[in-house]
């Protein structure tokens, strides 16, 4: 079902709940690995993808349109992101390096993660980045989103986007070709 159908029948009483579990069914996948990438944890993901779909619903119907559905939705789920990471530093009032080490040492005890020895090493070095320029890269390099779509996401110019994708490939390569 295209993004326009399912809203034209959320916006319908009769038809509402059916839409958004099409809605669900369409992108809960990809918003889930978007959020699964940043926060590492699964219960972690599994937890903010729920609130993100709760937000959808309540918010839905105020959806302008002035974006494409999916943008929209991986905005609510950047910002999710964001917050969760912002609140797990404040809360255990940990510096970045210690939150980055505590997601590195989820990758080596997850079974969910798997791949060989540069796969690992990759994610650990992508928990090296500063968030935002982690997410660049994710939706770059993973979900092969366009500049024009990460800017449309992000809120941030093409330019800046392209910059900060290049420094994180940068030191993605410092770190993954080191020892």
């Not at 809203?7 to 038809?15: A, G, Q, T, Y």
Request: hydrophobic share 40%.
């Amino acid at each position: 079902m295209e993004d326009k159908e399912i809203l034209e029948k959320f916006m319908k009483e009769e038809s509402r709940n059916m839409a958004f579990n099409q809605l669900v069914r369409k992108y809960q996948q990809k918003v889930y690995w978007h959020i699964r990438k940043m926060v590492i944890d699964h219960e972690d993901a599994d937890d903010l993808t729920q609130e993100v779909f709760i937000k959808v619903w309540k918010h839905l119907e105020n959806f302008r349109q002035d974006s494409q559905l999916y943008t929209w939705l991986y905005r609510i789920a950047t910002n999710e992101c964001l917050n969760f990471l912002k609140s797990k530093k404040r809360k255990f009032f940990l510096p970045i390096n210690d939150v980055s080490a505590e997601l590195s040492a989820k990758i080596d005890q997850s079974d969910l993660i798997d791949g060989d020895e540069i796969q690992l090493k990759l994610q650990k070095a992508l928990l090296r980045l500063p968030d935002k320029q982690r997410l660049v890269f994710n939706m770059k390099y993973y979900d092969e989103l366009k500049y024009e779509e990460i800017s449309e996401i992000l809120g941030t110019s093409v330019g800046a986007l392209k910059a900060s994708y290049h420094l994180a490939v940068k030191k993605i390569e410092e770190y993954v070709t080191k020892d």
